[in-house]
């Protein structure tokens, strides 16, 4: 195996969350075009669609399946479907997440509770399964954000909580996992990229984080997309239970 080969995922079945858009969207294609067929798990089955078509432009297999992640029943038919249909489960993406910005004396419950639900229970929901059915040498690799890590000048009390503990949630699985089973469990910790969630911040918000990237820009979804595939590939095969940060430098600002 030369060292370009270790990049390629020929052969295997990927699962990715939070499918039907954004960021979703980049790490469906990018795993396909490195040689994977690809599950489609979201709630908005008719955008899982698209995303299945540039899969399937690549000459990989796709597979939509409706799933709602902080409903642990979809989780274990997503998981399920997969291996019924696709064979085998080795990577999944868990990247399904949802996001507020409600000041924290305002915040009532059941918001708060929405995002927990889906950023980290649904993420646990998708892991646990894929524990499960999984052999060694797979990898899981949990979103979560800069948020996790540090600040950015918005009320996002449960969002940040939601992707702290998903980091935490990934050392306690690596270490759960990888010498057991073999499953390696890593999470990427995304800066500013286009999505559906940073369409929404306020007008000049972005603007004013500029002088904390480093890089000088937002990123490309491309980029976060290549960072996912390393961590799938076996070239990233001695690496678990680690948070990289693919934010421009901003967590060093």
Avoid: H
């Avoid at 399964?129 to 800069?146: D, E, K, L, T, Y």
């Avoid at 490309?220 to 996912?228: D, G, I, M, R, W």
């Amino acid at each position: 195996m030369t060292i370009l080969d270790r990049f390629r995922l020929d052969g295997k079945v990927a699962v990715v969350t939070g499918a039907s858009s954004g960021l979703g969207v980049a790490f469906a294609e990018a795993l396909a075009e490195a040689g994977a067929d690809v599950a489609l798990g979201a709630r908005r089955t008719d955008k899982l669609e698209r995303t299945a078509e540039l899969v399937e432009a690549t000459g990989r297999r796709a597979l939509v399946v409706a799933t709602d992640v902080s409903r642990p029943e979809d989780a274990t038919a997503l998981i399920d479907r997969t291996v019924e249909e696709l064979g085998r489960v080795d990577i999944l993406i868990n990247n399904a997440g949802i996001g507020t910005a409600y000041p924290a004396t305002r915040e009532t419950p059941d918001q708060f509770r929405q995002v927990i639900d889906v950023n980290l229970n649904g993420a646990y929901w998708v892991a646990q399964a894929c524990g499960r059915v999984m052999q060694p040498g797979s990898s899981i690799i949990n979103i979560s954000s800069v948020l996790g890590i540090t600040t950015a000048g918005l009320p996002q009390a449960a969002y940040a909580a939601s992707k702290a503990g998903l980091i935490g949630l990934t050392r306690d699985l690596a270490q759960q996992w990888t010498g057991r089973k073999g499953i390696r469990v890593n999470a990427l910790a995304p800066g500013f990229f286009p999505s559906e969630m940073t369409a929404e911040y306020p007008d000049g918000y972005l603007e004013a984080q500029a002088p904390r990237l480093i890089a000088g820009r937002v990123g490309e979804p491309s980029e976060l997309a290549a960072a996912a595939v390393f961590l799938a590939s076996d070239a990233a095969s001695y690496i678990t239970g680690q948070t990289l940060a693919v934010d421009g430098g901003l967590t060093i600002t």
